[in-house]
C-alpha cells in the first residue's frame, strides 16, 4: 500500500495535526493551498480532519484529508498554484476536462495549474492524500533552466492524472516523505531542500507534458519565431559583454517591443531575464572554474557585474547558495 510507504509528516507550523473545527481546517486549506469553495452533503457535518504540513525549499508538502464527503471549486487563480493531489486512501473525482472527470484510486496522482485553469474535485469520505502545493513560477523557471524555454497553456491548462504504484514519481514521492521523517535541513536555502525541489518538478514536467503532448526538448523550442531563436543564440555567446536588448533586437531585425512580445509568448519571460540567466550561468561556470588565485570580485567583474550586493543576491535565488560558497567549494578553500 502507498501509505505504508508515505509516512506521517510532522505538522510544522500547521497548528493542531487534526482538526474537527471548520474555522481552523479552512484558515489551514487557505494558508496551505489557496481560497476556495467547500461544500458537504450536510450542514450539520463536522469535519474529522487530518492536517500535516512541511515544506521543502518552496514547495508546500501535506498529509490531509477532511474526514468527511466533499466537493471542493472556485480555486482561487490569483494564489499562482499548482496542486498535485496522490491518493493515500479512498479516492477523488477530478474535473478533468468540460466534459469528462477522472478518479483517483490509492497511489494514482493528479496535477492542476489553479493559476491558468478551473478545477472541482470531489472526495468521498475516506479520502486521505499527499499534496504538493508548487508556485507556478517555480515550476516554470525549472521548465526555463533545463529545457530554455516556458511551455504555454498546452501544458498549463491541461488537467492529468499520472503516476501510480511501481512509476518513478511513487518512487520520488516516497524518498521525499523519508527525507521529511529523517528532519533534515529542508529550509528555501538548503542544498537538499534545492536538490529535492529540483527533482520534483522536473518529474512533474516530464509526467505533465508526456499527457499534454508537448515536446520539452527541440519539438516545443522550434515553435517559436526565427528572431527569438536567434535572439537566444545571440545572447548566449554575447552573455559576458551584457548588451542591451536594443542592440540583440537590431541585430535580429526587430524592434524592441516585437521581441519582447516574442519572448514572453514564446518563452513566458522577457528578453532582459533571459539575458540575465544566461549571465548568472557563466558566472557560475567561471567560479567552478576558476583558478586558485581568483576572487569572486575578479570573476565578477570580468563579468561586467559593477553592483556586487545585488549580483550576489540573484546568483543565490538562482543556485541556492552565495558565489563565494561556489567558489570555495571549486578551489577546496575554507
Known amino acids: 500500500m502507498l501509505d505504508a510507504d508515505l509516512p506521517l509528516l510532522a505538522p510544522t507550523g500547521a497548528g493542531h495535526p487534526a482538526s474537527s473545527d471548520w474555522d481552523e481546517v479552512n484558515e489551514f486549506c487557505r494558508r496551505v493551498y489557496m481560497p476556495y469553495r467547500v461544500r458537504t452533503s450536510g450542514r450539520l457535518i463536522r469535519p474529522n480532519a487530518t492536517l500535516q504540513r512541511a515544506e521543502v525549499a518552496r514547495i508546500k508538502v501535506t498529509r490531509f484529508a477532511y474526514g468527511v464527503p466533499v466537493q471542493l471549486d472556485r480555486f482561487d487563480p490569483e494564489a499562482g498554484n499548482i496542486l498535485v493531489l496522490t491518493t493515500l486512501n479512498g479516492a477523488l473525482r477530478h474535473k478533468e476536462t468540460e466534459s469528462r472527470s477522472a478518479e483517483t484510486g490509492v497511489g494514482d496522482s493528479f496535477v492542476v495549474d489553479c493559476s491558468r485553469t478551473d478545477y472541482w474535485l470531489e472526495a468521498d469520505p475516506d479520502h486521505l492524500q499527499l499534496n504538493l502545493t508548487i508556485p507556478h513560477d517555480v515550476i516554470a523557471e525549472t521548465a526555463h533552466r533545463w529545457f530554455g524555454f516556458v511551455p504555454d497553456d498546452r501544458l498549463w491548462t491541461r488537467r492529468t492524472g499520472f503516476g501510480g504504484a511501481g512509476s518513478r514519481w511513487h518512487?520520488?514521492?516516497?524518498?521525499?516523505?523519508?527525507?521529511?521523517?529523517?528532519?533534515?535541513?529542508?529550509?528555501?536555502?538548503?542544498?537538499?531542500?534545492?536538490?529535492?525541489?529540483?527533482?520534483?518538478?522536473?518529474?512533474?514536467?516530464?509526467?505533465?507534458?508526456?499527457?499534454?503532448?508537448?515536446?520539452?526538448?527541440?519539438?516545443?523550442?522550434?515553435?517559436?519565431?526565427?528572431?527569438?531563436?536567434?535572439?537566444?543564440?545571440?545572447?548566449?555567446?554575447?552573455?559576458?559583454?551584457?548588451?542591451?536588448?536594443?542592440?540583440?533586437?537590431?541585430?535580429?531585425?526587430?524592434?524592441?517591443?516585437?521581441?519582447?512580445?516574442?519572448?514572453?509568448?514564446?518563452?513566458?519571460?522577457?528578453?532582459?531575464?533571459?539575458?540575465?540567466?544566461?549571465?548568472?550561468?557563466?558566472?557560475?561556470?567561471?567560479?567552478?572554474?576558476?583558478?586558485?588565485?581568483?576572487?569572486?570580485?575578479?570573476?565578477?567583474?570580468?563579468?561586467?557585474?559593477?553592483?556586487?550586493?545585488?549580483?550576489?543576491?540573484?546568483?543565490?535565488?538562482?543556485?541556492?547558495?552565495?558565489?563565494?560558497?561556489?567558489?570555495?567549494?571549486?578551489?577546496?578553500?575554507?
Open 171 to 334: 518512487a520520488l514521492l516516497g524518498y521525499l516523505t523519508q527525507t521529511i521523517r529523517t528532519g533534515g535541513a529542508l529550509g528555501a536555502e538548503a542544498p537538499l531542500a534545492r536538490h529535492l525541489e529540483e527533482m520534483l518538478c522536473i518529474d512533474l514536467l516530464h509526467n505533465w507534458a508526456e499527457r499534454a503532448g508537448v515536446a520539452l526538448q527541440d519539438g516545443a523550442r522550434a515553435a517559436a519565431p526565427h528572431y527569438v531563436r536567434k535572439a537566444e543564440l545571440l545572447m548566449d555567446s554575447l552573455a559576458q559583454e551584457a548588451p542591451t536588448i536594443g542592440e540583440v533586437a537590431r541585430q535580429v531585425g526587430v524592434s524592441a517591443r516585437t521581441l519582447s512580445e516574442g519572448f514572453q509568448r514564446f518563452r513566458g519571460i522577457s528578453p532582459r531575464d533571459f539575458l540575465r540567466d544566461r549571465r548568472l550561468d557563466g558566472l557560475n561556470a567561471a567560479l567552478l572554474a576558476a583558478a586558485p588565485e581568483e576572487t569572486v570580485t575578479s570573476i565578477a567583474s570580468a563579468w561586467g557585474y559593477a553592483n556586487f550586493g545585488a549580483m550576489a543576491g540573484r546568483y543565490r535565488a538562482r543556485f541556492g547558495e552565495l558565489p563565494s560558497a561556489t567558489l570555495a567549494r571549486a578551489t577546496g578553500r575554507k
